[in-house]
């Protein structure tokens, strides 16, 4: 904004799938999604690979440890991303990968509401630790890495192939681009 002052850049949230409608449809120019697709269509690009961790309630049992071993959430009650996130799918995953079984005992299209689930202390999640820095510095959620490995979501840019930019869009694209390469 400061070398291209005369632009406007808007910036809304939406689901993943209105985000690649949005694209497709040449009514949004840039898009950033957790878990990017490959499609023919799109220009994709990495952006952030975000770490995950256990999130929990400060009052919650795993609460106090440092690193926890993922297999402790075995059959723990757990707030979920909805079946339809691409978040929740690469959860699964994960969980699959260690033959964890948990309990989705509410289902979130948006990390907002699961924020708020688990405050109250309804269950616990796992959640990109970017997402959580204002809870965690307050007090009301704690967030806890796993030993067993470093978790991550990859995120990414997706732009519409053939779509022609302006230099301060080139610009734009540019910067998130170089972004992504520093944290590498």
Known sequence: MVSYPDVNVHIEYFSARRIYEL???GDVDIGLVAVPKRDKRLDVYDFED???VLVCNPNHP??????????RLQFERFIAFEKDVPT??????????????VRPIMEFDNIETIKRAVEIKSGISIMPQT???QEVSSGTMKAIPFSNENFIRP?????RKGKIFGQAG???IEL?????????
């Open 131 to 133: 997402a959580i820095l």
């Open 50 to 52: 975000e770490p995950l």
């Open 23 to 25: 694209v497709l449809a």
């Open 88 to 101: 929740r799918a690469w959860i699964d995953s994960i969980l699959e990968r260690y033959n964890i079984v």
């Open 155 to 159: 995120t990414g840019i997706i732009i």
């Open 62 to 71: 795993l609460s106090h440890e440092s690193q926890v071993d993922i297999h």
């Open 170 to 172: 080139r610009y734009f």
């Open 176 to 184: 998130l681009r170089k972004k992504s390469k520093k944290q590498e």
